[in-house]
């Protein structure tokens, strides 16, 4: 057997599909993803398991749902018993290695992996701009240093384009400007207000609970920052989320340099990800927590600078629904170590080396715990559980007469999600099919009560506000 | 979103429970800072230092448990001198949020663009728990313009500069921007320079302009810095020419002490 290669997975954080050069955006300049990209197979279709950072890293660790890890948002805890890909790998000849940022709550990344670097103050949601250097330090000294025969796993997460986040927190409490009355940039340096700017008055209420009403459940201190916006601070949200990428794909550039300068390249495969996108303006939304393409739609590329491992290269896969839970059978498949059976992921390996495999049809994401959505070829379902009358903390679904409001979308001929299409006649046949799908999915999964203090008083509360709204809105 | 608080959109940050501590402490940090000689008077061999307090711009430093004590999570040293036509620069940077402490030193011609020169060094620390624990990172410019960066005896390319551009470090800024001050003011498009960030990441296409000038209670003319794979500093100058205060994206640099 030819040794088990190096497996290096770079994420960043916040970081939509399309904003790459590679896939053709014109507002930024990313030659270093672009490379790997030229260097491998990018899934076009790839979706985040849960758009929020703690819950997509918890899928990773583990290859599960978010209802199945006890982290379906960032408060969660991961319950204990459920093994991460460190320790999968560690006890099967890998050295396991994590640099940057872990954030899987309840999960100490320090007991399973060896830490290069995590921060003085421990790295939390963001603070790109005072970690993502130091993370490229660390891998650098990694890998111009590493001389052991066992393979190894290394894991870097770059915290941008998170930062965007910080970006809008610093407008919760004061008046910005735009830039154009700034007098920093011309208008022409501002990429367009998104096609998608307006937004669906019949999103679900687990949507406008959480992000449209004035006392949203997430983040309500900035939207009441962002109402008072113009179209330029819109557009200027777009220009300095697409910096915060420039800035990360640099620091992904010094580490494939430092890669191929110590020639472990030939032998190493190289996946890139983000845990989940960002909507930058689009349904006049930021940042995530929402189901709309923005913000769960991901790059996933799998790549290698070298000739050691069979990888299709500068190719676009279109056709495959990749999934957050398929990143831990990939990297188990790759390292030759069976896959714990409870993972629900599948390994892309046979379609980054040009293989036709039988694969699934769809996508399948959770969101707010209560929030639900099927991306298939032609159409995205989204929908909600309404809460429970009496909380038992136990995931929802699969309960189709718990289902709350819910939205369709014609991917091929809507694809910026602007044509509710549930209320049209013509589509409920579809509509049903997404759900009897959705319910399918659902009920493969292994969900489990949530016990941990923390998290069960935010369900409490959130089920709390649902619940006023609908019986408010009847 | 008004606030009674606020100095200038482009510094005053007051998220959450700091505020309004944030705009305090850079007030007080500004007021004590000695003020006697004008940098670009500076005289060869004479050595001048900048210490400048670091403030976070969000949630203390990302330790939001942390709510007693100074907002400060470090303090940047900028010193230099002059040797003929040379001027030798020595920076340390300490954050104890990221634990990583870098010292720089670099050298630049006599020219306001302060165009890097010959060879530099970084040496990193990180004091926090982790494997990693210290580094070098040496770095040249090759006269075909290419930044060449070794670690641990491995080499890379870091970017090409422009034979047209000015190349210079952004710890050079805090004497390039007073000393082009008049030319930024005047300029309908700014001025156009490469930056090698932290002496690592070649910023080749960065512009340099002019804001308005404000009073915080001192006078302040205000700069920033744009480009390609940066995010917006904002530079601001008192009436000496030093630069008293500088916003970058995540944190704020408050001018505490000048000495030389």
New interface residues.
């Given amino acids: 057997m030819s040794k088990r290669p190096n497996i290096l997975f770079i994420n960043t954080d916040q970081h939509s599909w399309d904003a790459l050069s590679a896939h053709g955006n014109p507002y930024l300049?990313t030659p270093n993803i672009d490379e790997i990209h030229r260097n491998g197979t990018s899934f076009r279709q790839s979706f985040c398991t849960d758009p929020v950072c703690a819950a997509a890293r918890s899928s990773w660790a583990t290859g599960l749902y978010t209802s199945e890890t006890g982290v379906p948002f960032n408060g969660g805890y991961l319950h204990s018993e459920i093994p991460d890909l460190g320790q999968v790998l560690s006890v099967n000849g890998y050295n396991v290695?994590h640099?940057g940022k872990w954030h899987v709550p309840g999960r100490n990344v320090?007991e399973s992996f060896?830490?290069?670097?995590?921060?003085?103050?421990d790295i939390?949601a963001?603070?790109?701009?005072?970690?993502d250097?130091?993370s490229t330090?660390?891998v650098?000294?990694?890998?111009?240093?590493y001389n052991d025969d066992e393979p190894f796993y290394l894991q870097i997460g770059y915290v941008d384009p998170h930062?965007v986040c910080?970006?809008l927190?610093?407008?919760?409490?004061?008046?910005?400007?735009n830039p154009l009355e700034?007098?920093?940039?011309s208008e022409d340096d501002l990429p367009p207000l998104p096609e998608n700017f307006d937004y669906d008055a019949q999103e679900t209420v687990l949507h406008r609970v959480c992000r449209r009403v004035d006392d949203a459940l997430i983040h309500a201190a900035i939207l009441k920052?962002v109402r008072?916006w113009d179209e330029f601070h819109w557009r200027y949200l777009r220009w300095?989320y697409y910096?915060?990428i420039?800035?990360v794909?640099?620091?992904i550039g010094?580490v494939m340099?430092?890669l191929?300068?110590?020639g472990l390249h030939e032998n190493t495969l190289i996946i890139f990800s983000a845990d989940h996108g960002e909507a930058c303006g689009s349904h006049q939304m930021f940042q995530k927590f929402t189901l709309y393409e923005e913000s769960v739609r991901v790059p996933f590329i799998v790549a290698c600078f070298g000739d050691g491992i069979a990888v299709e290269k500068d190719r676009f896969d279109e056709a495959h629904f990749v999934s957050g839970v398929d990143l831990f059978p990939t990297v188990c498949d790759y390292a030759d170590v069976s896959v714990p059976e409870q993972v629900q992921g599948m390994s892309v390996r046979p379609l980054a080396e040009g293989r036709e495999v039988p694969w699934r049809d769809y996508a399948y994401i959770e969101s707010n715990y209560w929030g639900r959505a099927i991306v298939t070829e032609q159409y995205k379902y989204v929908t909600e559980y309404k809460p429970k009358e009496v909380e038992d903390f136990s995931p929802p679904g699969p309960d189709a007469e718990q289902l709350g409001l819910a939205q369709l979308f014609d991917r091929q001929n809507d694809p910026r999600e602007t044509e509710n299409l549930v209320g049209n006649a013509t589509y409920s046949e579809v509509v049903k099919e997404c759900r009897d799908k959705m319910l399918a999915q659902e009920a493969k999964l292994h969900r489990q009560q949530i016990t941990h203090p923390s998290p069960k008083r935010v369900i409490s509360n959130w089920g709390e506000r649902l619940r006023t709204y609908w019986e408010h809105s009847r | 979103m008004a606030n009674s608080n606020t100095q200038h959109w482009s510094f005053d940050y007051n998220y959450g429970s700091q505020n309004p501590q944030f705009a305090q402490e850079l007030l007080q940090t500004l007021r004590g800072y000695s003020r006697e000689v004008d940098a670009r008077q500076t005289q060869v061999g004479q050595t001048i230092k900048h210490v400048y307090n670091i403030l976070p711009n969000y949630w203390r430093g990302y330790s939001r448990d942390d709510t007693e004590g100074p907002l400060s999570i470090g303090t940047a040293t900028v010193e230099r001198s002059k040797d003929d036509n040379l001027w030798r620069y020595s920076v340390q940077y300490e954050n104890t949020t990221s634990g990583e402490n870098l010292r720089i030193q670099f050298h630049c011609s006599d020219s306001p663009y302060r165009p890097l020169m010959d060879s530099w060094r970084v040496d990193a620390r990180n004091s926090g728990e982790d494997a990693y624990s210290q580094l070098t990172c040496a770095g040249h410019l090759t006269v075909d313009g290419e930044v060449k960066l070794r670690i641990n005896d491995t080499e890379i390319a870091a970017g090409t500069v422009d034979a047209s551009a000015e190349l210079t470090c952004n710890w050079a800024l805090f004497d390039v921007i007073p000393a082009l001050a008049q030319t930024i003011q005047t300029s309908n498009d700014g001025v156009h320079i490469a930056v090698l960030e932290d002496l690592e990441q070649l910023r080749p296409k960065s512009r340099l302009g002019s804001l308005e000038s404000i009073q915080t209670p001192i006078r302040l003319d205000g700069y920033y810095l744009y480009g390609t794979g940066l995010l917006p500093s904002y530079w601001w100058l008192d009436a000496h020419g030093d630069t008293a205060i500088v916003s970058t994206f995540f944190e704020t640099l408050v001018l505490k002490e000048r000495i030389g």
Wanted: aromatic share 16%; glycine share 10%; with cysteine.
């Fill in positions: 300049h290695f640099c320090r060896q830490t290069l670097y995590y921060g003085k103050r939390g963001g603070g790109a701009a005072y970690y250097s130091a330090h660390a650098a000294d990694f890998l111009t240093n930062d910080e970006y927190h610093n407008h919760e409490e004061k008046w910005i400007p700034q007098g920093t940039v920052g008072d300095n910096r915060f420039e800035k794909d640099a620091e010094r340099a430092f191929r300068a110590t």
